[in-house]
T-cell receptor, first 108, second 116 residues
Framework: KNEVEQSPQNLTAQEGEFITINCSYS?????LHWLQQHPGGGIVSLFM???GKKKHGRLIATINIQEKHSSLHITASHPRDSAVYIC??????????FGTGTRLTIIP | NAGVTQTPKFRVLKTGQSMTLLCAQD?????MYWYRQDPGMGLRLIHY???????AKGEVPDGYNVSRLKKQNFLLGLESAAPSQTSVYFC???????????????FGNGTRLTVT
């Protein structure tokens, strides 16, 4: 079993829909990252959180430390949100374990 | 402010050839990392550095060497390329996670390497 599991692997939705991507992990962590990888390949950091909830524009990230689970939500989704979303957990200063990503496609 | 810059963007090597990938950051970050990304797998750490003059192995270090002679640069070398090293390579940097708990990762745009 991978230390970091993301679901779903692929998600296709209509523009305007509310999107949820899930991340479960099996190790103790100090922080969890959500990253976005654009079709061109570049990776951008969206959130880093260790408890509670963070919001940036239409994106919301939550984490439940007890349940070892995090969600990334996108409200009013738009085709430009189409990307691969990656969850990564930090369990040591150097150790980051990455999920395999969720490929999101938003259809106009 | 360029952030993290990787060169080259693309490269094709023959088996046995050598090459160096360069990563440069202008954010005064202490930590720098080299990852590889392969289909169906999460990013995997090759080597990392916690400061100028220091390097350490990650989870998949075999076949690679690194150097960090200057704080802003982190070089990844392939001494004798093999087809198994065909991958997309990403450099990343951050402030020390121990000192800056909310420090995000900053990634370069990647290098697509093909070894034939």
């Amino acid at each position: 079993k991978n230390e970091v599991e993301q679901s779903p692997q692929n998600l296709t939705a209509q523009e305007g829909e509310f999107i949820t991507i899930n991340c479960s992990y099996s190790v103790g962590i100090s922080a969890l990252h959500w990253l976005q990888q654009h079709p061109g390949g570049g990776i951008v950091s969206l959130f880093m959180l260790s408890s509670g909830k963070k919001k940036h524009g239409r994106l919301i990230a939550t984490i439940n430390i007890q349940e070892k689970h995090s969600s990334l939500h996108i409200t009013a989704s738009h085709p430009r949100d189409s990307a691969v979303y990656i969850c990564a957990v930090r369990s040591g200063y150097e150790k980051l374990t990455f999920g395999t990503g969720t490929r999101l496609t938003i259809i106009p | 402010n360029a952030g993290v810059t990787q060169t080259p963007k693309f490269r094709v090597l023959k088996t046995g050839q050598s090459m160096t990938l360069l990563c440069a950051q202008d954010m005064n970050h202490e930590y720098m990392y080299w990852y590889r990304q392969d289909p169906g797998m999460g990013l995997r750490l090759i080597h990392y550095s916690v400061g100028e003059g220091t390097t350490a192995k990650g989870e998949v270090p075999d076949g690679y060497n690194v150097s960090r002679l200057k704080k802003q640069n982190f070089l990844l070398g392939l001494e004798s390329a093999a087809p198994s090293q065909t991958s997309v390579y990403f450099c990343a940097s951050s402030y020390s996670p121990g000192l800056h708990q909310n420090s995000p990762l900053h990634f370069g745009n990647g290098t697509r390497l093909t070894v034939t």
